[in-house]
């Protein structure tokens, strides 16, 4: 493999493996909010034990997340020398934002959080828990803003020629704002908020089938349920309003994702299926001309196909983007049946009666992961062979002395680096979860007063 592929390559895989962590973050920490709202509103307890259990599991998390991300900082210099050269005006600003704005507001009141306990006041450490929250989802504005520029870019113009060529800023609220950047805003700060409370819902579905801490798990499973099904549902809005700026300011993306060649017939919609992009054929159940009326209200409306594009201007890896895309709307649609069931069970009193129900809960932790990871896959590779989008090239966009033996050498140790990494943050999760709440002060029992003024407690369904 050239250089080219294995830089891709590295910086699919570090910031795929640092991207397992932030959405939890965001998402565990809007949860911690409700939590310590909730006991601050209240005096029951059982909410401040809870609050404290999960604060210590959110700190782990931010520090395995800042470990594993600062490396790709340095492969935009190693790496991709000309893209940060032609970008940095813009994703340099971006990030500098990022820093100042979100990661010092999370990092300066997550010390509060985490030893405030008994030395702040109980509102100033809400405020605090409020705080760390807000910081990482300031944090995920400019992520998104750096990224979406280079898919829609806005607010700037090109300075110089060649290989001197970059884009400089001429209105930063139009690049802050550039045609895609809200829109998928949204879509990933959904997606982290899934990402959060289906692991508050796995660990609690395991303390309920173990029978261990009720009186911990049983209110935290029901809070996180409600955000959870709230979420599933507005994820299938966020989703379609993304599809449509796709549509409008990529086409050759969505018809990528949709395996559509023929700008002169009508586009379908496919459930499933597979992509032969050599045939420029797509084979799966479909719903005839589907497509077409999402986007034009009329079934038989033509849609833009990748043939309305030059070949070296298209993505290559047609099915597996199609693929991904598929995925992802597969376990969104999982989601929302999985936590409208449980909703339903709970209605019925029977959501804590069904073990397997429970048992598909622990494991559901993985759903919106694997859908957050598609999703971005859909997104990056759709893109190609852009990096920013009509603008640069991919191929363009290299260092030019970085030879393929040396991105395959840092490639591997990055592999075994991170995987020391994982495996350290499974060990301690684990320990974590499985001493559970106990270690923060938690009585396994509640006394018979709290229990009789919690009526959360009172019946586990």
Request: charged share 15%; proline share 3%; net charge positive.
């Amino acid at each position: 493999m050239d250089a080219e592929i294995l830089s891709r390559i590295q910086f699919a895989f570090t910031i795929s493996f640092h991207y397992i962590y932030p959405p939890l973050s965001i998402g565990l920490g809007l949860l911690l909010v409700v939590f310590e709202g909730m006991y601050l509103k209240t005096g029951n307890k059982v909410y401040e034990q809870i609050t404290r259990f999960w604060i210590k599991i959110f700190s782990l998390i931010f520090g395995i997340g800042v470990a594993t991300g600062i490396i790709m900082e340095f492969e935009f210099g190693t790496n991709w020398a000309t893209y940060s050269k032609y970008v940095g005006d813009i994703f340099g600003s971006a990030l500098a934002a990022e820093g100042i704005f979100a990661f010092a507001l999370e990092a300066g009141f997550l010390g509060i959080l985490i030893f405030g306990w008994n030395r702040v006041s109980p509102k100033v450490h809400f405020f605090s828990a409020l705080m760390v929250f807000l910081g990482a989802m300031f944090s995920a504005i400019w992520i998104v803003v750096a990224n979406s520029w280079q898919q829609t870019p806005a607010g700037y113009h090109i300075v110089g020629e060649g290989m001197n060529a970059r884009a400089e800023i001429t209105d930063f609220w139009a690049m802050v704002f550039n045609p895609s950047s809200v829109d998928r805003l949204i879509h990933v700060w959904i997606g982290a908020f899934l990402a959060g409370t289906f692991l508050v819902l796995s660990v609690n579905a395991f303390y309920i089938l173990k029978k261990r801490h009720l009186e911990i798990a049983i209110p935290s499973f029901k809070i996180a349920l409600v955000t959870a099904t709230l979420f599933s549902l507005l994820q299938l809005l966020a989703g379609s309003r993304s599809a449509e700026g796709v549509a409008k300011n990529q086409p050759a993306k969505l018809a990528t994702m949709e395996g559509h060649y023929d700008s002169s017939s009508k586009a379908d919609m496919y459930l499933f299926g597979f992509v032969n992009n050599k045939e420029q054929k797509t084979t799966g159940i479909k719903i005839p001309g589907g497509l077409s009326f999402l986007l034009h209200g009329n079934f038989n409306e033509p849609v833009k196909g990748l043939n309305a594009f030059r070949e070296d201007e298209r993505p290559k890896q047609v099915n597996a983007v199609f693929q991904l895309y598929h995925l992802m709307i597969a376990i969104g649609m999982a989601l929302i049946a999985l936590t409208l069931y449980a909703c339903i069970q709970w209605k019925r009193k029977k959501l804590f009666d069904q073990r397997w129900l429970m048992i598909v809960f622990v494991w559901s932790v993985l759903l919106p992961q694997v859908a957050n990871q598609a999703g971005w896959f859909t997104a990056e590779m759709g893109r190609q062979p852009w990096v920013v989008y009509g603008l640069l090239k991919t191929s363009d966009a290299l260092s030019k002395t970085v030879s393929a033996n040396q991105v395959l050498f840092s490639l591997i140790l990055f592999m075994l680096v991170y995987a020391l990494l994982f495996v350290l943050f499974l060990y301690l999760l684990n320990k974590k979860i499985k001493h559970g709440p106990a270690e923060y002060g938690a009585k396994e029992n509640i006394d018979e007063g709290t229990r009789r003024n919690n009526p959360v407690i009172q019946q586990k369904n």
